[in-house]
């Protein structure tokens, strides 16, 4: 593999000094670039796009060829481990996505295992060693998975929910087949996580997006409980380099203090938890990664740099501890050119914050 030319993100994970506060965005390789439309149309459909190793390791490095970024992420879809397990994923025009076989019961669970992680799920590993190729250490390569609660959510609603009805129908009178299926799932991960870190994955991200829909006791009993387990099962050390593990939980900013007790290297904000406080909290503990609304990004190019020095001002003075990213993914209406001014002043505006003295 070759040497690693900009480590400012994973150096930033591990809290060591950085001379400029490291940008990535979530969904950075997506619909709000028209190389990627192309891309896309010429695929045919989503998940054909995703399991091409060749064509995924291409959207992955488009925004690259575009932007100073200081991290990749691989093009891959959270839900790659149920449709491993068979139930049929595919994606419906202004739905999202759906599974053809859902989990409603103790019997659906019991025929649920481990997939094969070079058989069922080996493109996704050709696409990470196929990336880390062709990116040439021009920056590092982040991994990722979704959380086994958002995974079950899908898997139980058969698709996107507003209400969660079905999951936590679930949850509250069968706590016991809950457990059974975040088990598997959290196997699952586990497996998966690993298989990206040995094909050249250099850094971990797992999505808990539908932690927020949760109480304070059910984050800890159904998501936090697994997302812990998966961080102790992984592994954090390859190529003689240590592997950062970021948790990013959507709507979890009360929790941040059991987030950061994980184990893991950072976590994730989203726009509604406000920096200095987050710092405040567990800032010396962890790495803070986030937390622009992503919704900034429709506004004007000054106004996106007014914001970004908003952000960089809220965790304020220090060498260590923050990735700049926005709360969550970009949005597919977005101009380019927005994206193009928020990476130009994280990098710009930033420097100041990390001069010594």
């Known amino acids: 593999m070759s040497e690693l030319k900009n480590d400012r993100y994973l150096r930033a994970l591990l809290r060591q000094p950085v001379d400029k506060t490291p940008v990535w965005v979530m969904r950075q390789a997506g619909r709000y670039l028209p190389e990627y439309r192309e891309v896309r149309a010429k695929a045919g459909d989503f998940m054909t796009l995703c399991s091409t190793p060749e064509l995924a390791c291409e959207v992955t490095l488009q925004p690259l060829h575009r932007f100073d970024l ?22 419906v025009a202004g739905e999202g996505p759906k599974f053809n076989n859902v989990i409603r019961s103790a019997a659906d669970i019991a025929k649920l295992g481990v997939p094969d992680m070079e058989d069922n799920l080996g493109y996704v590993m050709d696409a990470i060693r196929l990336t880390r190729r062709e990116i040439d250490g021009k920056v590092p390569l982040i991994g990722f998975s979704g959380s086994p609660w958002t995974l079950a959510c899908y898997m139980v609603e058969g698709g996107s929910s507003k209400d969660f009805a079905k999951v936590k129908g679930m949850m509250f009178d069968a706590p016991e087949q809950m457990h059974a299926l975040l088990n598997v799932l959290a196997d699952s991960v586990i497996a998966y996580l690993n298989a990206q870190i040995s094909a050249g994955a250099q850094s971990i991200m797992l999505f808990d997006t539908w932690g927020g829909a949760l109480s304070t006791e059910n984050y800890q009993q159904f998501s936090l409980a697994y997302m812990q387990k998966i961080v102790a099962g992984l592994t954090r050390e390859n190529e003689g380099r240590k592997v950062p593990v970021t948790l990013f939980t959507k709507g979890g900013g009360q929790w941040l203090e059991l987030m950061a007790d994980t184990g893991v290297d950072a976590v994730g904000l989203d726009w509604t938890t406000d920096l200095a406080t987050a710092r405040q909290r567990i800032g010396d503990k962890v790495t803070l990664q986030g937390n622009m609304d992503p919704c900034v990004l429709y506004a004007s190019t000054d106004r996106v740099e007014q914001e970004v020095a908003s952000v960089l001002a809220g965790f304020g003075k220090g060498e260590t501890g923050h990735v700049f990213n926005l709360g969550h993914g970009i949005h597919p209406t977005i101009a380019p050119e927005n994206m193009q001014r928020l990476v130009d002043s994280v990098h710009s505006l930033s420097e100041p914050y990390h001069k010594k003295g």
């Open 70 to 91: 200081d991290a990749a992420i691989i093009f891959s879809d959270i839900l790659t481990i149920p449709d491993a397990m068979g139930l049929g994923l595919h994606f």
